[in-house]
């Protein structure tokens, strides 16, 4: 069986790292490894890969930055070559980015089968990029694995057949506790002089955040009140360095004593930033699953979350871009109020067997 596992952007590389480990324990399972390319700087990449002891990729497309039609229009047309020429049983793809939407598409027309891993999870809000990549993927797919049960009754609702439907667990979480050990060790608290419990971590992305003048200064301006109780280590995304500059925001920021501005950090030094921090600010999806399993407090800036259980049993709470309310939900953790948590059910480490078995069962 002839598989290729597609990745591109960040939080793609800590999905697809346990189910091509997986794979190759496999002798009848051929994993070939395409990156397209839509995050290049080594920072947002190769670190990555390195940190998760992937392989170096089979067939790199290089597509780079560009706006949606451009990026996902170059990923199509690198990718439909690739096809021809490998012509795989199997296009595995993973997460929510422009990469995992675009080679969707390119295999479906060319009747390859698909597998989405992580499928099901929706905002209900198409006006954000990846509702759309979510919605397009999940509808053209063969084989879909579900992270959380919100997923199952999503698919349901949306008319997918529920043979084609699997819930697994989640592969990011296997990351999670396989390289813990690893992430341990990392040395970043010492590097930064910082104390495990003392600190909060924000990260930030979402053009709703960041490409909106009016929306980032207002979480700027929740961050300069939470930074008189608390240092804050912000590792910022390119997308977010950029837009500092262009609305020249970059004095405001710096006017912070207590908040530092990092580059993006490496997958085993960002772990153990959040295994040890007070709280986490963020914006991202999979950093509110990822506090979660840890059982860290996450104030989760955005209306909105595909992943309700993060927040139904989980310590993540939605508050939204208003810098009140953030605040309020930073000073009821500073002041030992801090929502507790559960793990979600299969989240233990070992959703690629799952997956792969099933693939296995699904395609000999
Ligand atoms: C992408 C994903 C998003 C994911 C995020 C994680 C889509 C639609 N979005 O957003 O779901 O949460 O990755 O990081 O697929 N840039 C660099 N170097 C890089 C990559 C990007 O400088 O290696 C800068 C460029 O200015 C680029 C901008 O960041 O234009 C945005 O990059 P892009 O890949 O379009 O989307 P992200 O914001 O990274």
Redesign the pocket.
């Known amino acids: 069986i002839k598989v290729i596992n597609v990745v591109g952007?960040?939080?793609n590389f800590m999905k697809i790292a346990p189910i091509q480990r997986e794979m190759s324990k496999y002798s009848n399972i051929k994993p070939v490894l395409v990156h397209t390319g839509?995050?290049?700087?080594k920072r947002?990449?190769k670190f990555f890969f390195n940190d998760l002891q992937l392989p170096e990729p089979d067939i790199y497309l290089g597509v780079g930055?560009g706006t949606?039609a451009e990026?996902t229009a170059k990923i199509m047309t690198h990718f439909e070559k690739i096809l021809n020429e490998e012509k795989p049983d199997l296009v595995l793809v993973v997460g929510?980015?422009?990469s995992t939407a675009a080679c969707s598409l390119v295999a479906a027309k060319m009747n390859t089968k698909i597998a989405h891993v992580e499928a099901g999870l929706r905002s209900f809000d198409r006006t954000m990029?990846?509702e759309i990549?979510r919605l397009v993927t999940d509808v053209l797919s063969d084989l879909l694995f579900v992270t959380e049960k919100s997923g199952l009754e999503n698919l349901k609702r949306e008319g997918i057949a529920d043979h084609k439907v699997h819930f697994v667990g989640h592969v990011m979480i296997d990351s999670l506790i396989y390289f813990k050990p690893k992430a341990d060790q990392s040395a970043i608290l010492d590097e930064l002089n910082l104390t495990p419990g003392e600190y909060g971590v924000i990260t930030l992305?979402r053009p709703s955040n960041v490409d909106n003048k009016q929306n980032f200064e207002k979480l700027l301006n929740a961050f300069a009140q939470i930074e008189q109780r608390l240092p804050l280590i912000f590792p910022i995304?390119?997308?977010s360095q950029?837009m500092i500059d262009q609305f020249g925001l970059r004095e405001k920021v710096e006017k912070m004593s207590n908040l530092r501005l990092l580059d993006p950090l490496g997958y085993l030094d960002f772990m153990k930033l959040l295994h040890n921090a007070k709280l986490v600010l963020t914006d991202?999806?999979g950093i509110q699953e990822e506090t979660t399993f840890l059982g860290i407090p996450c104030i989760t800036m955005r209306e909105n979350t595909e992943r309700p259980i993060t927040v139904e049993i989980g310590t993540n709470v939605l508050v939204g871009t208003d810098t009140q309310r953030i605040v309020l939900e930073a000073e009821k953790i500073l002041d030992g109020n801090a929502k507790k948590g559960q793990i979600p059910e299969l989240w233990d480490g070992h959703a690629a067997e799952r997956i792969v078995k099933i693939i296995n069962e699904e395609l000999s």
């Open positions: 952007a960040r939080p839509q995050h290049y700087d947002m990449s930055s949606h990026q929510d980015v422009n990029p990846e990549n992305h995304h390119p997308r950029k991202s999806g």
